[in-house]
């Protein structure tokens, strides 16, 4: 399989995150080789998903288990229809349900890669990143998108914005993980969290 040189493809219509986001989650695929992959919001397929299952295929290697509690549809196909129509299903299992909820029924020995992009939570962001900690092995790591969502930015209805316990976090947690932000440009911003 082709290795992809156009990160804009698909576009904003069919699928979310910047260029730039899309090259360094799938860089990291193929870089790392992860075997057990993990996403938090899977949109249409046509986003992150679509570059991880493309670099797990290119790999030929590994496993995506991706969740969301919403069905998507873009152009008429499910998330699952618009990666089979890529050719890219093959190493993706579709979970339509809450991420910790899912995660927690699929009883993983070990994660080796995540990527939550799921609601805009503190708490829920923070939560799923916990629940990953023990099971990811030194050298695994988390991508974190809307990294530059701060609390200098208005709250929506009350919220307190989407990164920001998962960063009080992890500045008590510099022994166990190493934070870069790997795409700090966007308006929206990638963090790269690695298991020391």
Known sequence: MQEIKDFTFPNSLTGQLFPEERKA??????????E??????????LGSTYFL????????????HTFDVKLWEKFGRTPEENLIHFELANRVSFYLEDFIEGVKRLNLNKIDFAFLDGPEESDYTLNSFLLLEDLMPQGSVVFVHDWNTSSDKPERD????????????????KNKWELSVVVPGTPSGLAKITKK
Do not use: M, Q, V
């Not at 057990?36 to 397929?45: D, K, N, P, V």
């Open 36 to 45: 057990i992959c993990l996403e938090c919001g899977t949109w249409s397929g």
């Open 25 to 34: 989650l799938y860089d990291s695929i193929k870089d790392l080789r992860p």
């Open 158 to 173: 009350g919220e307190t914005p989407k990164c920001e316990a998962i960063k009080k976090y992890l500045d008590n947690s």
């Open 53 to 64: 299952a493309h670099a797990l295929k290119e790999n030929d290697f590994g496993e995506l």
